[in-house]
């Protein structure tokens, strides 16, 4: 591309700061927009007074939580809502000189993909399943060039889909979304909207869905993208630590709007709104465990009835009740390099230090156990596999080994994270613990009794010393029963009578931080937040002993998932339950876990103390996994080299010969493919690795 | 997708061989005794023998099954008990005739049903969308004979436009005639058939339309024509194919009341006067030929789906 561009980008790397006026104008800003919908309850204002710039070349991160109107300004501003309570959009979206928002929709659409171009979450989804990869591509070219012939457009989409790292692209072009893999996916819908070299591409979320070995690809390629067109980027996500890697400026929603803007280092470094400080305070930290989280008080604003003041006021740690935070509205005010939207800007960064100097809250240590306790979970060898029907009879012809041998022991109050990519049978696992998946082989011991040779009334009653919290809050409340009836459901089964269940939920509603005069609510009048200390009150019903914990924070804002975080080390620390934790985020894991265990393929990698498969990862995979994670400190981000795992996980259908994780090993030799590497004790820790001793000496990163 | 389709194919010939049991077993659950009727109640037991013995009627109802079906499969369904010809000749008659008028239903179902579907899922809150709306529920509500009766009192008794009576025009020999003599059975079929089909397409249409491809669609800059057409309508229309094929399947079927109501000589007035008269060659006949028919269009959809979904069939 340009070399202008190119060097614009470069100095921007180098110096990182704000709007360059060498820079030019702004290829994209948005004015003063404000979207509104109808709704039953009411005119609900998602976004309320969104301004931003986006320069070429640049990449502006817009992050916030969910709620906040990062996604839905842009796509009101590209006229792609088309819910019809869609009730006004207006201020301006310049693209260049022009307001798309004046535009008649097909004027509008002859610049969308072509000027500026989307790049959505979820990207198997926003395919097409019915067309073929390539034809969906030449779509974008052809529909702005008309002359363009088919086969002109066939060669070109060849060339794109090979720029974004699609292997084979002759035979990928005719395939069809489903015979892609997510990130692959990702990577063809980033190929459409870099196929006319667009001004500004929009990421939304572009890797949310995505493991974070392929997340951390995509990124790559977003850069590449940048580079290729010169485009400015507009980066659109709830992860600080993607937003840190990757912006060259920040802007902070909250509310409908931008509550603070700036340089990248700036923001994370000063923040000069007590938002940013306090998101970044309730954020677990993958590069240094903190004793506890510190949350944001309360919920996101409902945009429903948004405060007249500021919308942070009721939540925010430096306002203390002050009345111009609740009356007036602050504006942006420009400073140096950005903006903040807060009444007293400098006391925010003070925020962050504080918090920094701040004793730990008494973290009384459940201490190293003084000799190794019966666990209260004992899984010896498990096995779960799933046929593979095909063929006119639907026999089954293969197998998925979804869990493949697998041990592990969770003593009483201690915490065993167990962390993998999708697909690598964790989740599996811990259904296995309760047998909601008939296990194939193995034992998995619940305090001594046989999950596996229960009968029907013991299986009831290990159930009920071993309860689940599941990922989705939204889909695991009955929405039907009042949140005090999901609660009391475990009481019920168990003969206590009505009064005795009140009295019950009541107790375990103020356990869990939730108002006892909410028990006869429906979940629906919940945030997820709230939803799922519902889960965890009706998990604790029964007392148990052990609370298998399946991504229960994934569904969750930052904000509010340190207050879940929170309120789980707050009960172990009471009840001495020991929790078996499930998670993809290593950052979540190593804030709550005492124990770790990384899964590949059906098999853990690697397993020991937080600090040893942290601090001292043996196994290549752990590694690698590490590397991926973005982590939320732009600070010296130029310095960390990292080479992100190639391709997808393997199917568990047929694994890899020897040791499952050698196709996409960096260290990989033949011995590999032979001989599968037992899970052995290495420095402190187990690691399944026949070079476990040697991955130690190699530099901190995979060299490319 | 070869096993898919392979296994659809075992699947048809085993429905088709329990339907022809079912087929033949009802027909011999029936009342009545098929040679009385014949002779009428006054022949004598010697008489009513005979004619038991000329229909095979005095076999075991096991050897009456296999010996029937054991022809069928050979293509001769028997005789009709009344008029002595092969029951397979007097339904080879009738199905031209039945074929007509199931194509014509069918294009008129299609002609209304694809544009008030569209119209509905794209517009629903516009004017015409609301008026099209209260068509579907009318269509749907409004009986078939009712509506069949109306068109005939008003478009052939009272203005004389059409004949009341439908006679079977072969299309090919005048074109004219034959969409004059089909028109209205036609129309009065397809007035119900399109409002349900019109139904299914605009529910998975408006779905489709909130779909994130099609988002993408508009994103690149698609005109929106183009993203109704090209990416909307083939996602929409699979719901809406396995509906057609039913109805489709019901058409051929023989649309017996509304073939009676306009005295057209299609297959559903031949079982319509062949069950009146006791006719249980004809009627076991023309009932398997039906049902053969309708899973023969089932099997069709089947392979049309594959062809229409890649999801289908590349796996």
Redesign the interface.
């Known amino acids: 591309m340009s070399g202008a561009v190119n060097g614009v980008t470069a100095h921007r790397d180098a110096t990182s700061v704000a709007p360059d006026p060498g820079a030019g104008p702004p290829v994209l800003s948005l004015r003063d927009l404000v979207v509104e919908f109808a709704t039953p309850a009411g005119v609900v204002r998602a976004v309320n007074g969104m301004t931003y710039d986006v320069f070429g070349g640049e990449t502006l991160g817009v992050v916030g939580e969910t709620g906040s109107g990062k996604s839905v300004s842009v796509l009101a501003a590209l006229g792609l809502i088309s819910t019809p309570n869609l009730r006004r959009v207006t201020g301006e979206v310049l693209l260049g000189d022009v307001d798309l928002l004046t535009l008649p929709t097909a004027e509008l659409r002859r610049r969308l993909g072509r000027d500026v171009a989307m790049v959505f979450q979820d990207a198997i989804s926003a395919l097409n399943p019915v067309r073929r990869v390539g034809d969906q591509i030449a779509e974008a070219l052809r529909v702005h060039d008309r002359t363009l012939s088919s086969t002109a457009a066939r060669a070109r989409v060849v060339e794109l889909l090979g720029l974004v790292g699609v292997p084979h692209p002759v035979t990928r072009h005719d395939q069809y979304p489903h015979q892609f893999s997510g990130g692959m996916c990702q990577r063809v819908m980033i190929a459409m909207a870099i196929a006319n070299r667009p001004k500004v591409l929009i990421a939304d979320e572009p890797t949310t869905a995505l493991d974070v070995s392929v997340q951390a690809q995509i990124l790559n390629l977003l850069r590449v993208a940048r580079q290729e067109t010169g485009a400015g980027i507009v980066l659109i996500t709830h992860d600080l630590g993607v937003v840190a890697e990757t912006a060259d400026r920040v802007g902070v929603t909250y509310g409908g709007r931008i509550v603070e803007s700036g340089d990248v280092t700036r923001i994370f470094t000063r923040p000069r709104h007590p938002y940013t400080a306090a998101l970044l305070g309730a954020l677990p930290r993958l590069d240094s465990a903190s004793d506890r989280l510190l949350p944001i008080p309360g919920q996101p604003p409902d945009p429903s009835e948004l405060p007249t003041g500021c919308a942070f006021a009721p939540r925010c740690p430096i306002s203390r009740g002050r009345a111009v935070c609740t009356e007036a509205r602050p504006e942006p005010v420009p400073d140096g390099s950005g903006a903040s939207a807060c009444h007293f800007p400098d006391e925010a960064a003070s925020l962050l230090t504080a918090q920094a100097d701040d004793p730990p809250v008494d973290q009384d240590d459940p201490g190293e156990p003084d000799n190794d306790p019966a666990p209260v979970l004992d899984v010896h060898d498990a096995v779960a596999r799933f046929p593979v029907r095909s063929g006119v009879f639907a026999r089954a012809c293969a197998w998925v080994h979804a869990v493949d041998g697998v041990s592990l022991r969770v003593p009483a109050g201690r915490t065993l994270g167990l962390v993998g990519e999708s697909g690598c049978g964790k989740t599996t696992l811990a259904r296995l613990v309760l047998r909601l998946v008939e296990p194939t082989g193995g034992r998995i011991l619940v305090d001594g009794d046989d999950v596996g040779k229960a009968g029907r009334s013991q299986l009831r009653r290990i159930r009920r010393r071993a309860q689940m919290v599941f990922q989705d809050p939204y889909a695991s409340l009955n929405p039907r029963l009042s949140v005090g009836d999901n609660v009391a459901e475990p009481l019920r089964l168990q003969g206590l009578s009505r009064g005795q269940r009140r009295g019950q939920v009541a107790d375990l509603f103020s356990r869990v931080g939730l108002r006892v005069e909410h028990a006869d609510r429906l979940p629906s009048e919940f945030s997820g937040g709230q939803r799922q200390r519902v889960a965890i009150a009706r998990a604790l019903a029964c007392a148990p002993g052990l609370l298998i914990l399946d991504e229960p924070v994934s569904a969750l804002d930052v904000s509010v998932q340190a207050q879940v975080l929170n309120l789980l080390a707050d009960l172990q620390r009471e009840t001495a339950m020991a929790y078996l934790f499930v998670s993809h985020d290593l950052a979540v894991i190593r804030q709550v876990a005492d124990e770790v265990a990384v899964m590949y393929l059906g098999r853990i990698v690697e397993s020991g103390s937080v600090r040893r498969v942290y601090d001292d990862p043996r196994h290549p995979y752990t590694r690698a996994l590490l590397a991926s994670v973005p982590v939320p400190d732009p600070v010296g981000r130029a310095d960390r080299q990292r080479v992100p795992l190639g391709g997808d996980v393997p199917s568990p259908v047929n694994p890899p010969s020897g040791c499952r994780f050698r196709t996409r090993c960096p260290i990989a030799t033949d011995r590999c493919a032979a001989e599968e590497p037992p899970l052995r004790p290495v420095a402190g820790g187990y690691t399944a690795c026949h070079f476990a001793e040697e991955t130690v000496g190699l530099a901190p990163e995979v060299p490319a | 997708m070869y096993?898919h389709l392979?296994?659809r194919l075992?699947q048809f010939v085993v429905v088709l061989l329990l339907g022809s049991v079912a087929v033949w077993g009802f027909t011999f659950a029936l009342p009545g005794d098929p040679a009385t009727v014949l002779l009428g109640a006054d022949a004598s037991a010697a008489e009513l023998a005979a004619v038991r013995a000329r229909l095979g009627l005095d076999e075991s109802i096991v050897g009456q099954y296999l010996s029937w079906i054991g022809h069928a499969v050979t293509g001769d369904l028997g005789a009709s008990y009344y008029s002595g010809q092969p029951v397979v000749s007097d339904l080879f008659d009738r199905i031209p005739a039945t074929v007509q008028l199931a194509g014509f239903a069918m294009v008129l179902t299609l002609l209304i049903a694809v544009p008030v579907g569209i119209t509905v899922a794209l517009r629903?809150?516009s004017v015409v969308g609301r008026v099209l709306q209260g068509y579907l529920t009318a269509g749907l509500a409004v009986p078939t004979f009712w509506l069949g009766l109306l068109l005939i009192i008003v478009l052939a008794v009272r203005l004389r436009w059409l004949p009341a009576s439908s006679d079977y025009v072969p299309l090919w020999e005048n074109p004219a005639g034959a969409l004059s003599a089909t028109i209205l059975p036609a129309a009065a079929i397809a007035v119900h058939t399109s409002s349900v089909t019109a139904r299914f397409l605009a529910t998975s249409l408006g779905e489709v339309?909130?779909?994130?491809?099609?988002?993408?669609?508009?994103?690149?800059?698609?005109?929106?024509r183009?993203v109704i057409r090209?990416?909307a309508l083939?996602?929409a229309s699979l719901p809406t194919v396995t509906v057609v094929g039913l109805q489709l399947g019901g058409f051929l079927g023989g649309t017996v009341v509304i073939e009676a109501v306009f005295n057209y000589p299609g297959l559903g007035r031949l079982l319509y006067t062949a069950i009146g008269e006791r006719d249980y060659a004809l009627v076991q006949g023309g009932v398997l030929f039906v049902v053969a028919t309708f899973l023969l269009l089932n099997l069709l959809v089947d392979v049309f789906y594959a062809v229409?979904?890649?999801?289908i069939r590349?796996?």
């Open positions: 096993g392979v296994r075992l629903p809150y339309m909130g779909k994130d491809y099609i988002r993408t669609a508009r994103a690149k800059g698609v005109p929106e183009d090209r990416h083939r996602n229409l979904d890649p999801r590349l796996t």
